[in-house]
């Protein structure tokens, strides 16, 4: 049975630190992604890291801010959020996936977690 589960999620003020982790089990990917979906907005990528080479990609909001990092023994990537702003309060999802296409193409990903909630007060 494959399984994403996310932790980390929470209340921060403005300016605050989070770090989400994402663990994996039951699958084998290529890469993981976290994306985020505000109420009454679309889904959007945030980051993505490669399992084989550890490369990333960031979202120009988020890059400079946030970075993603992974442990492959434990099958878990970290999102560490830094300087946080009020825009960035979503909920949070990790998603694994093993085909090909852009670094945040829906397509890309096979599985999903439940999300965990970020929000960030001004």
């Known amino acids: 049975q494959v399984q994403l589960v996310e932790s980390g999620g929470g209340s921060v003020q403005s300016g605050g630190s989070l770090r989400l982790s994402c663990a994996a089990s039951g699958t084998i990917y290529t890469r993981m992604g976290w994306f985020r979906q505000a109420p009454g907005k679309e889904r959007e990528g945030v980051a993505v890291?490669?399992?084989?080479?550890?490369?990333?990609g960031y979202a120009d909001s988020v890059k400079g801010r946030f970075t993603l990092s992974q442990d492959n023994a434990k099958n878990t990537v970290y999102l560490q959020m830094n300087n946080l702003k009020p825009e960035d309060t979503a909920m949070y999802y990790c998603?694994?996936?093993?085909?090909?296409?852009?670094?945040?193409?829906?397509?890309?990903?096979?599985?999903w977690g439940q999300g965990t909630q970020v929000t960030v007060s001004s």
């Open positions: 890291i490669f399992r084989r080479d550890g490369s990333t």
């Open positions: 998603a694994a996936g093993t085909r090909r296409g852009t670094w945040f193409q829906l397509a890309a990903y096979d599985y």
